[in-house]
C-alpha cells in the first residue's frame, strides 16, 4: 500500500510543476505595451520634427517615433527620430522606464520643454505614457 502511495506522489508532483512552469513561461511571452499614463490613439498625432517646433514648447502632445537609443541604466530616457529630426524623451515620473532592449515605432504623450545645455535651448519630451505600435521590449 505505500508503495502505491510513493508512486502517485511523485507523478502528481511533477505534473503540478510541469503545469507551473507552463503558466510562468506563456506569463514571461506576454509583452508589456503600454507604459505610464493611456494614450488614445484617436488625438492628433505629431511627427517629431512637428514636437521640436518652437510653438509646441510647452504643449502636451502625442508623438510617433521610432526608438533610436535607449538609457541602458533603468530605461528612463529614450531618443526618439523621425525621418528629419531628434529629440530626447524623459519620463516625468521617476518609477517609469521602458525595458532598455526596446526598439519599434512608439506614440510619446508628454509636454516638450526646452532644456538648457550651455547657451541652447534644446527641447526635450517629458513623456508621461508610451504606447508601442511596431515591435516591443
Known amino acids: 500500500m505505500s508503495g502505491v502511495i510513493f508512486t502517485v506522489m511523485p507523478r502528481a508532483l511533477l505534473t503540478l510543476c510541469a503545469l507551473t512552469l507552463m503558466m510562468l513561461l506563456s506569463a514571461s511571452c506576454s509583452r508589456q505595451t503600454d507604459f505610464g499614463d493611456p494614450i488614445d490613439d484617436e488625438q492628433t498625432i505629431s ?51 521602458i525595458p532598455v532592449i526596446s526598439q519599434g ?21 517629458h513623456a508621461r505614457g508610451v504606447k508601442f505600435v511596431t515591435s516591443q521590449p
Open 47 to 97: 511627427s517629431v520634427s512637428q514636437a521640436r517646433e518652437i510653438p509646441n514648447r510647452g504643449r502636451t502632445l502625442i508623438v510617433r517615433g521610432t526608438i533610436k537609443e535607449v538609457c541602458q541604466d533603468e530605461g528612463c530616457w529614450f531618443a526618439l527620430v523621425d525621418e528629419r529630426s531628434e529629440i530626447i524623451t524623459r519620463f516625468t515620473n521617476n518609477g517609469i522606464g
Open 105 to 125: 515605432t512608439v506614440l510619446v504623450k508628454g509636454v516638450v520643454r526646452d532644456t538648457v545645455i550651455g547657451n541652447t535651448h534644446v527641447p526635450e519630451l
